[in-house]
Structure formats: C-alpha cells, structure tokens
C-alpha cells in the first residue's frame, strides 16, 4: 500500500474516500478548487436515495440492480461518518410519482417497472435499513381523488405512492464538510486547481500532481504520490486524459439548477415527481424545506463534450427565468408547488453538473441517458479514475474502491 495518497476533488465522492481511508488509518491530501468542500453539484441536489425507480425507461432492471446496493448503503455509511443525527435530515413520507401523458413509459409499464423494481429491492441485503424498512414496502396506485388532490393538469394520467426517501443535501454538505475539515489524517488543500496527473517513468506509478492556485497563472505546483484518486466530477476526463485514459464512448454533461426553498410556515404538501422525461418534480424534506425543478429551464447547459467548459454563471435573470419556468409549469400540475412559493422566507436557485456517460435527451425514449448503469471506476495502476454516478451512490463506492486498493 504506497505511503502517500492524493484525492482530487472533494464533493460527495471525495470527502467520502478520505473519511474512509482515514478511518482505516491512512493519512490523505485532498484537493479542490473551490475554498471549502461541498461546494458544487453534492450541495445543490434533490438528494434522492436511489432505489432505480426513475430509470423505467430501463426495463432490463439493469440501472436499479447497479444502484440499488449502494442506495441501500448511504445511511448506514453516512451514520458511521457524521452521526445519527442524518436521520432527521430524511424526507418523511413516500413519493407520489406521477405518469405524464408525455411520459417515454406508458403508464401500465411504468406500473409494471415499479412493482419488479420494489420486488428486487426486497431482495437486496441492508433493505430493512432504508428509512421506513422495505421488507414491507409496496407500491400503491394513487387512487382518482389523490391525483385530483395532489396533482391538477389533464396531462397526469396515473400515480403511483412509492417507498423512495431523499436527504437534504445542504445539510449533508455542512456537517461532511466539518468531518473532513476536523479528521487529523485528512490534509485539505482548497483552492487548488488540479492541472493534470504525470505517470512515472514506467508508464505508471508514481503519479505526479500538478495544481496552480486558483486565480494563479505561473508554473504549476508537482507533487508525487503512490496512489492517486481522481474524483473531479465534470472535471474529471480532462484529468484522465493527462494520465493516459482514453475518453468513454459517450458522455453527456448537463448544468442544472433548481429552486431550494424554506418557507415561513409548516406545508403539508407532498413530494412528487413527474416521470417519465424532461418534467420536473417537488420534494418536502420536512414540512419547511423544499426543492422545487422544472427541467427545461433548469437545463442550462447540455453538451456531448467530454469536458464542459465553465459552469454558467447564475445572476438574477436566470434565477427570475428559473423561477417563471417553475411558476408557469410546475405549478400547474402540482398545486403544491404554488403554496410553497407563497409561503417563501428564503429562496436560492442552485445547482451543479451532472455527468453521464451516456447520449441523447431525455425527450427521446432511445436516449442512453435513460439508463445508468456505467459508472464507476477506471484504473491504470494506482491512479483510479472515479465516475459517481450518483450522490446517493458514492458513499458505498467510496468503502469498495478503499477496500479494492487496501485489502
Ligand atoms: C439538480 C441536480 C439534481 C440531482 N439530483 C440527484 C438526486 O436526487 N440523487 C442523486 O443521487 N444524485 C443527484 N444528482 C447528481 C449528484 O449531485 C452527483 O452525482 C454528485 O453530487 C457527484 O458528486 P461528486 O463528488 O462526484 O461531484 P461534485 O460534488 O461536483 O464534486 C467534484 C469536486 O471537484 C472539484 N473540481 C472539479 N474539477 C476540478 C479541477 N480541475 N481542479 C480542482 N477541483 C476540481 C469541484 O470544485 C468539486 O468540489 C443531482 C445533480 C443535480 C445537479
């Protein structure tokens, strides 16, 4: 096992493989250009804790089966990390998922999927321990009157109540945040922008970082490492390039913004989605906090490119068009939404990239980027190249890959 350990980037992916290495003894740097960690795309999420239901477009059950084992995960992992306490940052209620008329699944066979997908889900070890237990979970057809009740457009053609929970993520990024900052064995080097990772004079190990402090324009800083992680997100090809890994065949990156809302009052209104495609959706974490999206004019950059340019920057006029778009369509078909608005002390449209391996648009039931079951980690060596895939996922993943290089 090499001495020294670099972990570049230090979102949800990040953060989770030092905690772990530290846990298991080993000392790690941790690199990132933002000033703190959990900054980016791992702050500004829905914080769904995927269980594959929204990949029905996948019948092949192939997206839930590679998501599944690491959804059942997060909290017992995040437990470990940052305490008990996670348990109240967990959305309280099922998820009502609503089938549009526009939906790339008909609503019989996103029935069908949901119903396979929760008998699958029963099966997995660590089920009992999702909030709420699935050992008896099942999937509920919302009834005539819960879709009058929750949803109001002619365009929502069935419902269904099922036992998936999300996680406020900001609170998350806080208090992982503080783990890392406050964990001994964790060198936390903010600021810096990683350039690029040289392989040794073998072809591999030892790997060579380069990072130039962010606003810096002069020689970049060299540091050699035996074990490097690369974990950069919408960064991360361009890193791999450097080390000799060949771009994947497809790659989608989308710059998305949503709208997180507190409001002044308690709001008993539910969380829900619309499915299947590029619609939106409402989550009520805990009667006060909600995430309000409406995906097209969330959608602020879509590009096949493997490495995406900057990241938009968000003023007022994008913020006022995201919440129009919010307002005039989602609104509409979950009444819901329009009460939390009303009742809004404080609101802040946020987001992040989100990469995919994977091409087309959600719109065309062909598109590859209804399924998600590529990601994961590349490696040369001991330099590893992580795609997250998920928030949800990346805990897990952080244990296998320490477990992978260590045992
Ligand atoms: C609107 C939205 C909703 C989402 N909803 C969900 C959901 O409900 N459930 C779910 O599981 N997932 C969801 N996701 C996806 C999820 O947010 C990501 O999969 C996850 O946060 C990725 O974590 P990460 O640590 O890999 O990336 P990040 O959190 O983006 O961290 C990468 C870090 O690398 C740093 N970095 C990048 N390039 C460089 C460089 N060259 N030098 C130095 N630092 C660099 C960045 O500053 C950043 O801190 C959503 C994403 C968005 C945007």
């Not at 040794?200 to 060579?208: F, K, L, N, R, V």
């Not at 590893?384 to 320490?402: F, N, Q």
Request: net charge neutral; aromatic share 8%.
């Amino acid at each position: 096992m090499p001495e020294r350990i670099a972990i570049l980037g230090a979102g949800i992916m990040g953060c989770c493989l030092a905690l772990e290495f530290a846990r298991r003894g080993r000392k790690v740097t941790v690199f990132d250009e933002r000033c703190a960690p959990m900054e980016c795309a791992s702050r500004w999420n829905e914080g769904k804790l995927h269980l594959g239901y929204l990949y029905a477009n996948d019948p092949s059950l192939a997206t839930a089966r590679h998501m599944l084992p690491a959804g059942l995960a997060f909290l017992p992992i995040m437990r470990d990390w940052i305490g008990e306490a996670i348990d109240t940052a967990i959305s309280h209620s099922d998820d009502l998922y609503l089938v549009s008329r526009g939906s790339v699944v008909g609503a019989a066979a996103t029935g069908a999927y949901f119903e396979q997908v929760t008998a699958l889900a029963k099966t997995m070890p660590g089920c009992a321990d999702y909030p709420g237990d699935l050992t008896r979970a099942a999937v509920r057809q919302a009834s005539r009157s819960d879709l009058e009740r929750h949803s109001n457009a002619c365009d929502i053609v069935a419902g269904y109540f099922l036992p998936e929970r999300s996680i406020q993520t900001r609170w998350v990024a806080d208090r992982l945040a503080d783990r890392v900052t406050q964990e001994p064995f964790i060198e936390l080097r903010m600021g810096q922008r990683v350039e690029g990772v040289d392989a040794g004079e073998s072809g591999h190990d030892p790997w060579t970082v380069r990072t130039l402090a962010v606003g810096d324009t002069g020689e970049a800083t060299r540091e050699a490492f035996g074990l490097v992680v690369n974990a950069l997100w919408q960064g991360r090809v361009a890193v791999d390039r450097t080390a000799g890994i060949a771009d994947p065949a497809d790659c989608s990156n989308r710059f998305r913004v949503s709208a997180f809302v507190r409001t002044s009052k308690p709001l008993a209104v539910p969380s829900a989605i619309i499915c299947v495609g590029p619609f939106g959706d409402m989550k009520n974490y805990n009667g006060r906090d909600f995430y309000l999206s409406w995906y097209p004019t969330g959608l602020l950059r879509d590009t096949k490119a493997a490495v995406p340019g900057a990241a938009p920057v968000i003023d007022s006029e994008i913020r006022a068009a995201v919440l129009r778009g919010i307002q005039k369509h989602l609104v509409p078909r979950l009444p819901g939404a329009g009460q939390v608005l009303e009742a809004a002390e404080r609101i802040e449209v946020a987001g992040g990239w989100i990469f995919a391996q994977a091409s087309g648009v959600l719109a065309d039931p062909s598109a590859t980027l209804h399924r998600r079951e590529r990601f994961g980690v590349s490696r040369i060596g001991n330099f590893l190249s992580v795609d997250t895939g998920k928030y949800a996922t990346a805990p897990h993943m952080a244990r296998e890959i320490v477990s992978m290089v260590m045992d």
